[in-house]
C-alpha cells in the first residue's frame, strides 16, 4: 500500500513537472507571421501611429501571454488600431499557430 501511495503522487509529480507546450504549430505559425514581423520582427523599431513607442518583440515570449493579447485585442479589452485590424482576421488555431512559433524562436535580447 505504501509502495503504491509512493508511486502514484511519485507520477503526479512528473506529469506536473513536465512543460506545457502551446497548443498551436510553430512550423504552421512562421507561415503565418508575415502581418507580425512588420513591426514585431525589427530590433528597435517604433511605430508611430497614433502615438510613438517602442514594438515589442515577441520572440521567446510565452504563448499563453501572446495567445492572451490576441484575444484581448480580438475582444476590445485591449486597443490599438493596427493590431486591431490584424487580430480581426485570425481564427482560434491562427492565434496558437503564432503563439507557439514566437514562443519558439527566441533569438537573444533585442538591442
Known amino acids: 500500500m505504501k509502495i503504491t501511495t509512493i508511486t502514484l503522487c511519485a507520477a503526479v509529480l512528473l506529469t506536473l513537472a513536465v512543460p506545457v507546450q502551446a ?8 507561415l503565418k507571421n508575415s502581418m507580425c514581423a512588420g513591426c514585431h520582427g525589427i530590433a528597435g523599431w517604433r511605430t508611430a501611429y497614433p502615438d510613438v513607442y517602442s514594438v515589442p518583440r515577441l ?3 510565452h504563448a499563453d501571454y501572446i ?40 533569438s537573444g535580447p533585442a538591442n
Not at 24 to 30: F, I, R, S, T, Y
Not at 79 to 96: F, T
Request: net charge negative; aromatic share 8%.
Open 23 to 30: 497548443a498551436g504549430d510553430p512550423k504552421a505559425g512562421q
Open 59 to 61: 520572440g521567446g515570449q
Open 67 to 106: 495567445v492572451a493579447a490576441l484575444k484581448g485585442y480580438q475582444s476590445g479589452e485591449r486597443s490599438h488600431p493596427s493590431m486591431n485590424a490584424i487580430v480581426g482576421s485570425l481564427s482560434q488555431q491562427d492565434i496558437e499557430d503564432l503563439a507557439a512559433y514566437y514562443e519558439s524562436s527566441y
